[in-house]
């Protein structure tokens, strides 16, 4: 099947658009200020970026303020702690009990949650769940002791604060050796930044949701397609999308229209670098701590070894290119030779990207690849498996299927599969659940799709009903780019679940939203309406998260481990985020091993907060 | 067809039903169905019972085998319960709550608002110039919210025709609301009142559709139909198709219209976004007047068929 030609020139040729993506070089943040500004920022000094400070021990200080930034040529005011983008980097030994006192001071209350860390509800940093929040002026006292090792992140849990700058490394260094060895050590920060005033940015979204999305199927895309494959196909390919009134460029709410991408707080055009010698071990400690962006990220003429996800170890596998969402962490070794080399994050929607470069010596670049092109969704991100093997009818004399005419020839359907990609998708892969119904009835997970009631009204725009199961799509995108592209189902946490306990129950939650109204929720309902998760305090339980939209949601459980599980119910990975693709339906084992009110949301910030999120009581 | 046929044949077939079913409007809102979807063709897949669905699951099975519903439509009676997860538990009670009132409130009870000037534009015909406005503001949550409605046009300093409406816009499926509430008349001729219900919200293949049905006194009805179409010739030129008819239920011979249909434009126009706030457009409308209402307009030395020619802003805030 040919390609998809992209729709749009990779960078957009105006030169103030280009300055704007790929930012400025330098600070210079005071020059230009306007002289309110400059009034608000006297006394203000300009906000650090680059490699964060690093702090260590058992007692820290953080101070929460306003410190002026300049991505783009206009001077803004970022959110920031101790006055850097990254804020600093906090390094931490395992077994130790750390103080960490947070100083607010804002004209508004403000939060840090530490991401992917286990300890007390209290200490979670969730305004509302876990504790008020940090009004202005006060200084709340965090102190927790760390149970665990490897690469986290904190951020604001308050409004758009952490859009606005509050984000940093946390790094939980094992007390004996690291059985991760490298000679050198860097956090890869990824970010986004908008000019804009995050809040309005919603209310913008709240109008009109395709508002910063210039990728949109035109007229002159039709003409092209028609030359290229007839007009019936032409036809066929935009039919269902547009009977449902769905965009298949909906691939991000936000793009380069609004955002620039930042590593390590610097622009594309900054050029964050890292040093080397040639033949260094160099482990890069990769976090998306954007509000908006998935990254997809590679860095050209490397191979990367992934060592580590989420903070927990996995079996290295060594691959050519990684996506990543809000929230989720991957460190990676790599072991470069050559001078320099880019480090290379387009985001998901290819409007921009964050770059640095890995040298021998400051001052170096390498090439730098285009954007990949514009890749329509495919009816498997809308519509699932299309295939009986995803829907429950596990054990039945389904062997006799076959697959490949299922998912190529669907009599009936009158639509041209154009845009699917066969080869990478869920058509004869890993349609597990088909095979046999060996161990008790929840010895994997259930495959039966139950729709809450609330996903029929007008908070849901679809909803899918043969999910795709299987975990090794990389998704939109990166389906057959000639890389090896990692995948869930690439990842093995070395060692195995922390609790060998199967689950005792089910607990299967939607993730649903409508995108003309821009609204967010879990089985149709935003969190407002509804109600917690109660889970009683020591069981087992299995999640099942399916995705009824046509966007990847990473969600993020705070306060205990997800264990990702294959769909024949064999534990993977170990994660405190898993990205959920459209259509697909992905399941974890939960242990509620920690009592308290915790917060469990997808960390696309504004998702989070249009309402997909709950809250889990484990009592 | 069926679909319109079961929504409807329960209901007076009134003006407002019959309109919204020529306009194709009203299947959608229902649910859209995809026949086939491949699956009743696969026998193999039809025989083999599913695993955990009771044979008095008729939707869902249906739904496996059938047609598949992946937009609106009823829940089927054994949908799940959303909370029931919870075990009475909500966020204001239960153990571990922050004392008080709840605090946590995210986007999803905000209010939100906007004001939209669709049209603003200069009108040039044969016999005169004038400047039209249509704008629509609304205010309030994802599911209700007060709209407000403004269309009309001033000629030499004096307003003509000017429709103004305030409505309680209530979601009703994925891309419908329905809306409820007065419309005010006022310019040339008496003033009128009427209540309003209607519905605005998007048809499959992305027209924007409303369509209002009038009840005012003295046995007068009306009816409003409106759509538009946004055609991307590129990512910010944009052509945008517009109808609009008007019907009334009796004539108003002091406003100069007859019964039935009394009134449509035809337009197109075309845009450039120099933001998605902030586009102008030139555009050329047809308009023309019908049965008795035409009759009025002759009587007055007014043209019944007119085109237009109209330059203007379309923007919002």
Partial sequence: ???????????????????????????GVMIGLSPWLRAAAQGLSDTRTGAAPVLSGTNIDLVVGESPVNFTGKPRMATTINGSIPAPTLKLREGDTVTIRVTNRLREATSIHWHGIILPYQMDGVPGISFPGIPPGQTFTYQFRLEQTGTYWYHSHSGMQEQTGMYGALIVEPRDADPIRADRDYVVHLSDWTDEDPMRVLAKLKVQSDYYNYHQPTAIDFFRDVADMGLSRALDKRAMWNQMRMNPTDLADLSGATLT??????????NWTG???????????????????????????????????????VEPVTVDEFRFGPGETYDVIVTPQEDAYTIFAQSMDRTGFARGT??????????????????????????????????????????????????????????????????????????????????????????????????????????????????????????????????????????????????????????????????????????????????KYGERVRVILHNDTMMTHPMHLHGMWSEVETPDGQFLVRRHTIPVQPAQRVSFLVTADALGRWAWHCHLMLHMDMGMFREVVVS | MKLIQGRFSMKPRSLFTAAMVLLGAAPVWAQTPMEGGGHAAHSGAAAAPTRAESPANAPSATMDH????????PAPADARDPHAYSNGLTLESGPYVLPGPRQLRLS????????????????????????AYDAQAWFGSTYDRLVLKAEGDVAKGKLEEARTEVLWGHAIASYWDTQLGVRQDSGTGPDRTWLAFGIQGLAPYWFDVDATAYVGSSGRTALRLSGEYELLLTQRLILQPRMEVNLYGQRDEARGLGSGLADAAAGLRL???????????????????????ADFARAEGQRTRETRYVAGVRLWF
């Fill in chain 1, 1 to 27: 099947m040919p390609p998809l030609r992209p729709f749009h020139s990779p960078l957009p040729l105006v030169p103030a658009r280009r300055r704007f993506v790929r930012g400025l070089v330098a600070g």
């Fill in chain 1, 261 to 270: 991408y930042l590593m390590n707080g610097v622009t594309p055009a900054g």
């Fill in chain 1, 275 to 313: 040093l080397f010698r040639p033949g260094e071990r160099v482990r890069l400690r990769f976090i998306n701590g954007a509000a908006n962006t998935f990254y997809d990220v590679r860095i050209p003429g490397l191979k990367m070894t992934v060592v580590q996800s989420d903070g927990q170890n």
């Fill in chain 1, 358 to 535: 890995l040298a021998v010596r400051e001052g170096l670049s390498a090439a730098v690849p285009a954007l990949d092109p514009v890749e329509w969704l495919t009816m498997a991100d809308m519509m699932g498996a299309m295939d009986h093997g995803a829907m429950g009818h596990g054990g039945s004399a389904m062997g006799a299927m076959d697959h490949a005419a299922m998912g190529h020839d669907m009599p009936g359907m009158k639509h041209d599969m154009s845009g699917m990609n066969h080869g990478a998708m869920a058509m004869g892969h890993g349609q597990h659940a088909m095979h046999g119904m060996a161990g008790g009835a929840l010895a994997k997970p259930s495959a039966t799709v139950r729709h809450a009631r609330t996903e029929y009204g007008p908070s849901t725009d679809m909803r899918v009903d043969m999910p795709r199961t299987n975990l090794d799509d990389p998704g939109i995108g990166l389906r057959n780019n000639g890389r090896r592209v990692l995948t869930l189902a690439d990842l093995k946490t070395i060692g195995g679940p922390l609790d060998p306990r199967g689950a005792e129950r089910e607990i299967e939650l939607h993730l649903t939203g409508n995108m003309e109204r821009y609204t967010w929720s879990l089985d149709g309902l935003e969190f407002g309406k509804s109600t917690p998760v109660h889970l």
């Fill in chain 2, 66 to 73: 059938g047609s598949m519903n992946m937009q609106g439509g």
């Fill in chain 2, 108 to 131: 999803d009870e905000h209010a939100f608002g906007s004001v939209l000037l669709d049209r603003l534009e200069r009108v040039y015909t044969k016999d005169g110039n004038a400047t």
């Fill in chain 2, 271 to 293: 845009r450039y976004e120099f933001s998605r706030q902030f586009a102008p457009y030139v555009g050329v409308e047809w308009a023309g007047k019908f049965g008795q209402t």
